[in-house]
């Protein structure tokens, strides 16, 4: 049985934890106040409106359905990038067929099947020493198109992109006029310029500057295209020898089973490298170009 005074301590408990419970909400509301009275820059702000959609122009024109498409405005700008994307889908192979890279490439190729290592150098390999020795070539006739050309239209000196085309294409022609002169390949040009059109072909042109450009091109291309397989045949020459000796030299020892390919094919090598082959083969390419 508990006496007066546990029961009274009892009470006097409970009467505290009910108090204090009651006191918690306001001393966290009171915490809170002077939290927001310390700081009052820091508060959630309202959501902001979303934006006002903007217009877009595909979907512009979109809306205007095949009459807006097909209008002039539209029907001209849309050549126009057709065009433009054309001509820079066709601008290498345009700039390395009035090069000196068909020579060098030519020759190289012929080079890689003289000695019948296959596979070997890659053409990947090829490739790039003929871009660099293309690049080595011309240097002279790029830095004459820049200085005649690119350098006064960009400063403004050349208005017209026609004039500044054509003051860059003349460099261009010299050399490859040059080349079909070294060569002594002068009727090729006159081959292509009999196909062209009759107002083309009324004024007998005096000069290679005067000629067509779709008439020196073909023309330039066809030369070097016979130096470099006058130059491959030179090369190609000392290799057939060897292979000639050798096959005579197994028949002659009675070793038919023996393929002639595999004596070859080092000695080819051995007499490429102790000659010091690529020196002299791109020396003769870069002395071909005068």
Known sequence: MKTPSASIRSILLACALLASIALLPASAAAQTGSRSN???????????????????????????????????ERLSSSLQI??????????????????SFVRIIVVLGLLKQA????????????????????????????????TESIGPYTSGEIASPEEAF??????????????????????????????????????????YDEIPLQALLPAFMLSEL??????????????????????????SMGMV?????????????????LIDGWNLVARSLISSFN
């Open 166 to 207: 054509n003051a860059g294409v003349l460099p261009i022609k010299r050399f490859m006029s040059r080349q079909i002169d070294l060569a002594g390949n002068a009727n090729d040009v006159w081959l292509f310029f009999d196909y062209l059109p009759e107002s083309q072909r009324q004024k007998v042109p005096e000069t």
């Open 115 to 146: 000695l019948g290592t296959q596979q070997l150098p890659p053409s990947q390999v090829l490739t790039t020493l003929a871009l660099f020795m293309t690049l080595l070539v011309m240097t002279p006739t790029w830095s004459e198109v820049y």
């Open 257 to 273: 089973m023996v393929p002639p390919v595999m004596i070859a094919l080092p000695v080819k090598i051995l007499m490429f490298v």
């Open 226 to 251: 016979k130096s470099a397989f006058q130059i491959g045949f030179v090369i190609f020459l000392p290799f057939l020898l060897i292979d000639i000796i050798i096959s005579t030299i197994l028949m």
């Open 82 to 99: 057709l065009l433009l994307l054309t001509v820079l889908s066709l601008a290498p192979a345009v700039l390395l067929m009035t090069t």
């Open 38 to 72: 310390q700081s009052p820059g820091i508060g959630i702000a309202p959501p902001s409106p979303p934006p006002p959609p903007t217009s877009d122009a595909v979907s512009e024109i979109l809306k205007g359905g095949p009459k807006e498409w097909t209008s002039p």
